[in-house]
């Protein structure tokens, strides 16, 4: 049976989200999971939300592109969406349209703001431990055509291999630990949002674009990007930054 590009692709995103440097940032990994995703199955952009420490709240971490971005903010001012609920219930999401029912009934007010924004269904998968849950990585669909059961199979596959990496590089004994990473996550998120937002004005880019830049420039030089957007917070744009990613 000929191997398909797709398969190769697969393999690929699956040895590089487990190929992080001893002392990686989260963040790095869990963006790279969302960015897999997104080239991977049919969905439009992905995110991820986790449980705080006392499993009774929600937030989200990263997500693919500012579109994505702009959604988990809305659950956030709504308090209500499937990303916090997958998260919350720790139950995977099938695929569920938001142009009818069940989406339109269980989050009425967000099914509204994410058609506006070109979304018409959502699926969610776990991000989890051995022994629990820890958040879930939402897929934001803009089709047909959908993920079918394999493509969300899929997702599991690449949550799962994430969450691995996250346990066991950082030679973590037990959940609380690897909570503990995931609150550095949230505290890197909001370092890496002012920075894009700083990059963005001066290069007279838009957001995800300046996203890009900085996790190029990171990458290309071994940099965290906690490290870099720290600097260019300071004032100090590297003149790196200025070259096109692509």
Same mark, same amino acid.
């Given at each position: ?109 967000? !099914? +509204?703001?994410? @058609? ?6 959502? /699926?969610?998968?776990? $991000? &989890?431990?051995?022994? %629990? =849950? ?63 937002? !700083? +990059?963005?004005? @001066? ?6 674009? /300046?996203?890009?830049? $900085? &996790?190029?420039?990171? %990458? =290309? ?26």
């Amino acid at each position: 049976m000929p191997t398909t590009d797709r398969e190769v692709r697969i393999a690929q995103a699956l040895l590089n989200l487990t190929q992080h440097r001893t002392e990686f940032d989260p963040l790095e990994l869990l963006h790279d999971l969302t960015a897999h995703t997104v080239t991977l199955l049919p969905v439009q952009c992905a995110g991820i939300t986790v449980l705080s420490h006392d499993g009774h709240n929600t937030v989200y971490v990263t997500a693919s592109d500012e579109l994505c971005l702009a959604l988990e903010e809305e659950q956030s001012e709504l308090g209500e969406g499937p990303c916090f609920d997958s998260a919350r219930n720790q139950q995977p999401l099938p695929v569920t349209s938001l142009t009818g029912p069940p989406g339109t009934t269980q989050w009425p007010r967000f !099914a +509204l703001r994410a @058609r506006e924004m070109g979304i018409t269904a959502v /699926a969610a998968v776990i $991000l &989890r431990l051995p022994n %629990r =849950s820890v958040g879930a990585l939402n897929l934001l669909i803009a089709g047909p055509p959908y993920p079918t059961g394999r493509d969300l199979q899929l997702a599991q596959s690449l949550s799962d291999t994430t969450a691995t990496t996250l346990a066991l590089r950082q030679q973590l004994a037990d959940k609380d630990q690897v909570l503990d990473q995931l609150q550095i996550a949230l505290d890197s998120r909001l370092v890496i949002e002012q920075a894009k937002g !700083a +990059l963005s004005v @001066r290069l007279g880019v838009g957001m995800d674009e /300046a996203f890009q830049r $900085l &996790r190029a420039h990171a %990458r =290309s030089r071994q940099q965290k990007l906690t490290e870099l957007s720290a600097q260019i917070i300071r004032g100090d744009t590297p003149a790196g930054l200025h070259a096109q990613t692509r």
